[in-house]
Each structure stands twice: as structure tokens, then as C-alpha cells.
């Protein structure tokens, strides 16, 4: 798992310690990964990892989802060097989709946003609907991780946690909605972030870990009970419309 490089100091100082989603892949575990299964609701709401798609570029591996039919979004700084029409390896449930490849359309100059298109087999479900995040309300997201097995890329997970009310924007990576999500780690950059009732909140494009705000009085803790973890969210509305004026650009571009 590696640090957040995006070449944006201002991001570092103003997010604190920012870890990005891109894990390095190892060369061993390039031929394969190990897929979690997942039924398509959990606990009574819809469940990340359906629409969750795991992105393998050649220094890194992040998510993706299902923004419109044909249209996958993920952070465009997993696939920073790459021009449009680069193809990106994508896995997911083989329940649901086989591996393929997916081809760069554009990536944003204004938001951490790239857009991909899939293949046509590659059949995922798409968000049911949008969602504002407000703050406290539960949330749940998926990614994709590193495992200890060199002959694996990684594992894809869902995590759960609940928003801060808390907002930041940085350059280059967009408005962001800080979301404390327990186990978020690299590789979950480009991931979808769900409400309680299964409506798209945003994408994660950004991770940190900060101490846990703690009472005098409380007996000590070990340091790993005094961090949290948290997420920049890029808004399902920030992305949408971004995504529309992608497309609009490289479609007249096209003429």
C-alpha cells in the first residue's frame, strides 16, 4: 500500500497524513486475484461490493463502479501518465462480470476523476439512486487491498462507517466530503461509498489516519485504538456533472 502521490504539496498539508488507494502490485501477482463474494444486499441494503470493479494499471491498483451504462469512474491519479485510450485491466465478480479490459476516455484537470469504458460483456449494476451525505448518517464502502499471498493482486472488501459533516476542498482533487470509514485503506480510491439506503453518496479519492479525539478521563489506550480512519468523498452530484461535461468535450472533439 503506498502513500497518496499526486503531486499536489497543497493536498498533503491540508488533508494531513493522505493515503491514496493505488496499491503496488507485485510482479508474482499479476496473473491473478482473489475476489470475495458478495450477495447483492446485506443487512437489509445494498451492498458496495455489487458494484464495486477492482482497476489493475502497471504501478497500482485501485476501484472503480458503474456510473452510467458503459461509463466507469475511478481517481483519475491511479491512472496519472496514462493517455486516453490506454487500456486498464479490471476485475471483479466473476459471478457477476468476467475479468477484461477497459479503455481510458478522459481523465479531469479539475477533479481526482477518470473516466473508462468497459467492455460490453462487462455487465455490473448501476447506482439505484443519489445521495447527499449528511452528517452522522451510516455509510458503507468498498475497495480493493493487498493480501499476503504473492500470488494474489489483492482482495476486495467492504467497510462501514458513518459521515463527519465535515467538508474540504483541495486543488486538482476536487470538494471533498469527509467520511470516518474503520479499515479503509489503499486501494480503495475510486471505490463507491453508499448510504444506509444503498444510494450513491460519491467516490473515495483520498485516505488518512488521524488521532482519535479522547477524554481525560478515559484510562490509555495502545496507539492503535487512539487513530481513526477517514476518506475524502467526491459528491455522486460533483462527479455526474463532471462526468457529463467529459464526455460532451471528447464527443465534440470527435466531430
Given at each position: 500500500m503506498r502513500r497518496?502521490?499526486?503531486?499536489?504539496?497543497?493536498?498533503?498539508?491540508?488533508?494531513?497524513?493522505?493515503?491514496?488507494?493505488?496499491?503496488?502490485?507485485?510482479?508474482?501477482?499479476?496473473?491473478?486475484?482473489?475476489?470475495?463474494?458478495?450477495p447483492v444486499v446485506v443487512s437489509g441494503r445494498a451492498d458496495p461490493l455489487a458494484l464495486h470493479v477492482t482497476v489493475i494499471v502497471p504501478r497500482a491498483i485501485g476501484s472503480a463502479f458503474l456510473l452510467e451504462p458503459g461509463v466507469l469512474v475511478?481517481?483519475?491519479?491511479?491512472?496519472?501518465?496514462?493517455?486516453?485510450?490506454?487500456r486498464v485491466t479490471l476485475r471483479a465478480d466473476p459471478a457477476r462480470a468476467a475479468a477484461g479490459e477497459a479503455v481510458l476516455i478522459a481523465v479531469s484537470r479539475d477533479l481526482d476523476l477518470a473516466l473508462l469504458r468497459p467492455p460490453a460483456s462487462f455487465a455490473l449494476p448501476l447506482p439505484e439512486a443519489d445521495a447527499t451525505m449528511a452528517a452522522y448518517r451510516p455509510l458503507s464502502a468498498a475497495g480493493a487491498v493487498p493480501v499476503r499471498d504473492p500470488a494474489v493482486l489483492a482482495q476486495r472488501r467492504r467497510v462501514e462507517g458513518s459521515a463527519t459533516g465535515d467538508t474540504m476542498r483541495i486543488p486538482g482533487i476536487g470538494p471533498g466530503l469527509i467520511a470516518r470509514l474503520a479499515g479503509v485503506a489503499p486501494g480503495f480510491s475510486g471505490g463507491p461509498v453508499l448510504d444506509d439506503r444503498g444510494r450513491l453518496v460519491g467516490m473515495i479519492v483520498a485516505i488518512r489516519h488521524?488521532?482519535?479525539?479522547?477524554?481525560?478521563?478515559?484510562?490509555?489506550?495502545?496507539?492503535?485504538?487512539?487513530?481513526?480512519e477517514e476518506a475524502l468523498v467526491l459528491p455522486a452530484a460533483a462527479i455526474r456533472a463532471e462526468a457529463r461535461r467529459l464526455l460532451a468535450t471528447r464527443t465534440a472533439s470527435l466531430r
Open positions: 497518496l502521490r499526486i503531486g499536489l504539496a497543497c493536498a498533503l498539508s491540508l488533508l494531513g497524513t493522505v493515503g491514496g488507494a493505488g496499491v503496488v502490485p507485485s510482479a508474482a501477482g499479476r496473473q491473478a486475484e482473489a475476489v470475495q463474494q458478495s475511478t481517481a483519475g491519479h491511479l491512472v496519472k501518465g496514462l493517455e486516453p485510450g490506454a488521524r488521532p482519535a479525539s479522547g477524554s481525560a478521563f478515559a484510562p490509555r489506550q495502545p496507539a492503535s485504538a487512539t487513530t481513526v
